[in-house]
């Protein structure tokens, strides 16, 4: 059963909790990016099998090895020599939805061939490469939709997001999309996988914010919209930067009574030093809804605000509103409200920001990533 037939009838959190049943022998587990460069983001979402090595090997008997393989033409041979149980691939959208199926095809066709999974780190909910689901055995997105019937509507731009934003700021994509069809009777192997919350890098930021972060009263931002400065190109594909600018906008009001930073972009080591100061981060949709700075922000001890959250489902999971972020429309025109009441109410902000760094950092402390692996592979493991 996938994991979005069970968030249709269970609490978000309660769809994340399966119990970590192992492989009854060890499973030699190969996961690679794919690509002839090395995107940064798809090694992230490999980090956790190697970070939390031990916790795949006594919970779950898994040997996993991770690495990078220089282009799809170059797996088969790769995955001949090693002769894993499980593959986990990351193409890139770089690669095109022909050749990525093509390779798929080829692996599926191999003499006892492994489990296939391919692990979809694009940040929209949709993909140009659903037409791989009839080669592999699961399809894992980083985050997905609560709601399946999403994946079957015709969106401009190919995603509920771009559709959006697109009609809120009167944009013309073109024939701009990202996106693709499920395949009839393959919509089974669509599971909630994990994101780039599981890297090294947010385990080490939660931990330094845990320790360095300034309490409330010594934070001397009140608003952080360091949010890049505003778009000079009307590229399609970058219809995200339009929106925002609108989220600047939207925060325009605030800084006649708050401390709002500016939102011009600074050396990184700078940033994350003003996210230790801030109360409140606002933080709009990118090219899909969970983006850096989100996790950047709870692990830095800072109240998240962004658009809502509730139509989709990801790991680790910062998005319980109310309790772990404050949510806003998606047209942003309760931003300034929102943000105003909590900066006045700061023991409600305090709650529920110190509330989500602790809900990261027990993901890392408790391993965490051991169940979402176990949860995401159920059924494809060595039985």
């Not at 701009?176 to 395949?183: C, L």
């Not at 309490?215 to 930067?241: I, M, T």
């Amino acid at each position: 059963m996938s994991i979005m037939t069970d968030c249709a009838f269970r609490p978000l959190q309660e769809s994340l909790k399966t119990p970590a049943i192992g492989a009854s022998r060890v499973c030699r587990m190969l996961v690679a990016s794919v690509g002839e460069k090395k995107e940064a983001i798809s090694h992230t979402h490999g980090e956790g099998f190697t970070l939390d090595r031990d916790a795949l090997r006594t919970r779950l008997n898994i040997e996993a090895t991770y690495e990078h393989i220089p282009g799809l033409a170059k797996v088969r041979d790769r995955i001949e020599r090693t002769r894993p149980d499980v593959v986990i691939l990351m193409p890139t959208w770089r690669d095109s939805a022909e050749a990525v199926v093509a390779a798929f095809r080829d692996l599926h066709e191999m003499p006892d061939r492994p489990r296939l999974v391919y692990l979809d780190w694009f940040a929209p909910t949709s993909s140009p490469h659903f037409a791989v689901l009839p080669y592999v055995d699961r399809y894992l997105k980083r985050n997905i939709l609560v709601d399946f019937a999403g994946y079957r509507r015709e969106y401009v731009g190919g995603y509920e997001v771009a559709q959006f934003v697109a009609q809120l700021l009167k944009l013309d994509l073109g024939d701009w999309r990202f996106g693709s069809e499920i395949p009839q009777g393959q919509e089974h192997k669509l599971w909630l996988g994990w994101n780039f919350g599981v890297g090294e890098t947010y385990r080490r930021l939660t931990r330094f914010g845990r320790l360095l972060g300034r309490s409330w009263a010594l934070r001397h931002v009140d608003v952080n919209r360091r949010l890049g400065p505003p778009s000079k190109s009307n590229a399609p594909n970058e219809w995200y930067q339009n929106y925002r600018d609108a989220a600047l906008h939207a925060l325009d009001p605030l800084a006649a009574k708050w401390r709002c930073s500016g939102y011009e972009r600074i050396p990184r080591r700078k940033y994350l030093l003003e996210l230790l100061r801030s109360r409140v981060v606002f933080s709009p949709f990118g090219w899909g809804e969970v983006c850096f700075r989100d996790y950047e922000a709870v692990a830095c001890g800072a109240l998240l605000v962004k658009p809502a959250m509730e139509h989709l489902i990801t790991s680790p999971n910062i998005y319980v509103d109310g309790e772990t972020y404050v949510s806003v429309k998606w047209d942003l025109s309760d931003s300034a409200e929102k943000i105003t009441h909590y900066l006045e109410h700061p023991d409600a902000a305090k709650k529920i920001a110190k509330n989500a760094q602790e809900v990261l950092w027990d993901y890392y402390r408790e391993h965490r990533f051991a169940d979402d692996v176990a949860r995401a592979l159920r059924g494809l493991l060595p039985a």
